[in-house]
């Protein structure tokens, strides 16, 4: 299963060319909103005449008719967001301009996917004089909720000459000149090493920005990348995900579509987007925390996109606040138990704290995880932590790097697709997804996942997936089990396993034994 099959799907318009040899512009992106599970409104800006080797003519159309087009739209088919391809003319600039306006004055929240399309990746011809360029700097840049280009297109935007800046530093420009945000692909980009065997998007958003990662895929089939990864974004964007997670839906759409790409002509051949993207685990990528690009992150990532971790089996994992209660879970027999002491009273006090933690499981099963205070507890002895994002974001460069060298276990939070992609870059022990049902323990912005987000993680992290957030019964633990998850954590429902603590236990089997692969695409996780 992939998207589902609503009475009436999200609506999309594509304003851009048409390709008489079917690999890009408006075909590729019926193709992509297709896989997206979105309906796409083509509204013809330009007529171009080419084929697998490149294009030898491009025909704005007058914009009364481009016009004329998005009127009849307008009046019945509203769309949830709108791309733009190839534009052909500033006239055709303006008149998406003037409409976006009129669009937004009922619906202020309409996203506007560019992708600038400026030349030909194959012929060498130009589809932007300096009208077009002007227009698109003057009347799209400030309206874009996500302008796709790759380097040398931000280039020609920026009007700055070839590399003499880094990705992020022209990311970080666009947005300055009005892009909300900014996703500079460089799937056809060699410039670095990493590049060599990564393709690699840096996103700069307000929400998150970093490198996306993915393994390089040699492909002489690579026409209509760019318009199937602005399409999918716009189509995840109409779909509710927050612009960071619609960016990586876009990527893995794209990469996938590279890889199944196919010959139609003598030359380069079309990508082809298909539905069963978003449930393949290999189109998975991951991202970082920031602009920073080190050779021993890019080696960490290629290992981690191509030799997942194997299923592990964490079992019943309690979370608790004092040393005490951590030496109470360890006779027991519980397997995971985290130490979380939310308002320590001095340092001092703390390591002696976290000592006595260590102390009261030794010789046991029990495996004691530290939640923050990641400095204090290895000082103490401690071998594993876990730690939220924003405290890993905090930590400076040397000590990340110190952390990943000290052999010290690191389970990692996440609560949105670009959070799991973060986490897996790190090859963290486990990746914690939450919360899957309503909690109370802390406010936060994200709506539950539900077992469908959990069971879409458990097959995508590649690594293994706990399950935490508002899990009270035995069957619960069990549908959590049943979602793939390597573990469940026990917060306020911890007092009732205790209770009970066979049938919980009964119930973890008894779901693992049921556990399968995801079988539905996820849902949005960030709360408007």
């Not at 040397?398 to 276990?409: F, M, N, P, R, T």
Request: some cysteine; overall charge neutral; proline content about 7%.
């Amino acid at each position: 299963m992939t998207w589902q099959k609503e009475a009436q799907p999200p609506i999309i318009w594509s304003i851009a060319g048409s390709d008489s040899g079917g690999g890009a512009g408006l075909t590729a992106d019926s193709r992509a909103a297709k896989a997206m599970g979105v309906h796409l409104c083509p509204v013809v800006a330009a007529v171009t005449a080419q084929n697998s080797f490149g294009v030898s003519a491009i025909c704005p159309l007058p914009v009364a008719q481009i016009e004329a087009q998005i009127e009849a739209l307008a009046s019945d088919m509203w769309p949830a967001a709108i791309k733009t391809g190839l534009l052909g003319s500033a006239a055709a600039v303006q008149a998406v301009a003037d409409t976006l306006d009129r669009l937004r004055s009922d619906a202020p929240a309409l996203a506007l996917v560019i992708d600038p399309v400026l030349g030909a990746s194959a012929g060498g011809l130009s589809f932007a004089n300096a009208a077009v360029l002007q227009a698109m700097r003057e009347q799209l840049l400030p309206r874009a909720t996500l302008i796709t280009p790759n380097r040398q297109e931000a280039e020609r935007l920026l009007a700055l000459p070839p590399l003499t800046h880094s990705v992020p530093e022209l990311a970080a420009k666009l947005r300055q000149a009005g892009a909300r945000a900014v996703c500079i692909t460089g799937g056809d980009d060699l410039g670095t090493p990493a590049g060599k065997d990564l393709a690699l998007d840096y996103l700069d958003s307000e929400l998150a920005s970093g490198w996306l990662a993915s393994p390089r895929l040699p492909s002489r089939n690579h026409h209509g990348t760019g318009c199937t990864f602005a399409t999918g974004a716009a189509a995840a964007l109409a779909r509710g995900f927050a612009l960071p997670d619609a960016v990586l839906l876009a990527k893995m759409l794209t990469w996938c579509a590279l890889r199944d790409g196919h010959a139609a002509g003598r030359g380069a051949g079309p990508v082809r987007a298909r539905p069963a993207f978003v449930l393949d685990p290999a189109a998975m990528p991951v991202m970082s925390f920031g602009p920073e690009l080190d050779p021993m992150a890019a080696a960490r990532w290629t290992h981690v996109l191509r030799q997942p971790s194997e299923p592990a089996e964490l079992g019943l994992y309690a979370l608790c606040e004092s040393a005490q209660r951590v030496g109470q879970l360890a006779a027991i027999g519980l397997p995971q138990v985290q130490l979380r002491i939310k308002h320590p009273a001095g340092e001092e006090a703390l390591s002696a704290e976290i000592k006595a933690a260590l102390q009261a499981v030794e010789g046991s099963n029990t495996r004691l995880w530290i939640n923050d205070h990641w400095r204090i507890a290895v000082l103490s002895g401690a071998r594993h932590l876990h730690l939220g994002q924003e405290d890993w974001a905090a930590l400076r460069p040397d000590e990340q790097g110190w952390l990943l060298d000290s052999g010290v276990a690191l389970g990692l939070s996440s609560h949105s697709l670009w959070e799991l992609a973060r986490a897996r870059g790190l090859a963290p022990a486990y990746i914690a997804c939450g919360p899957v049902w309503p909690t109370t323990t802390k406010d936060m912005p994200w709506q539950p996942q539900g077992t469908g987000n959990l069971a879409w993680w458990s097959s995508m992290a590649g690594r293994p997936v706990v399950a935490i957030g508002g899990v009270l019964t035995a069957s619960q633990t069990r549908d959590c089990a049943a979602a793939g998850a390597s573990g469940v954590a026990l917060v306020r429902g911890l007092d009732a396993a205790l209770a009970d603590l066979d049938e919980f236990r009964n119930a973890w089997v008894s779901g693992r034994i049921l556990a399968r692969a995801a079988q539905r695409p996820p849902q949005p996780s960030l709360a408007e």
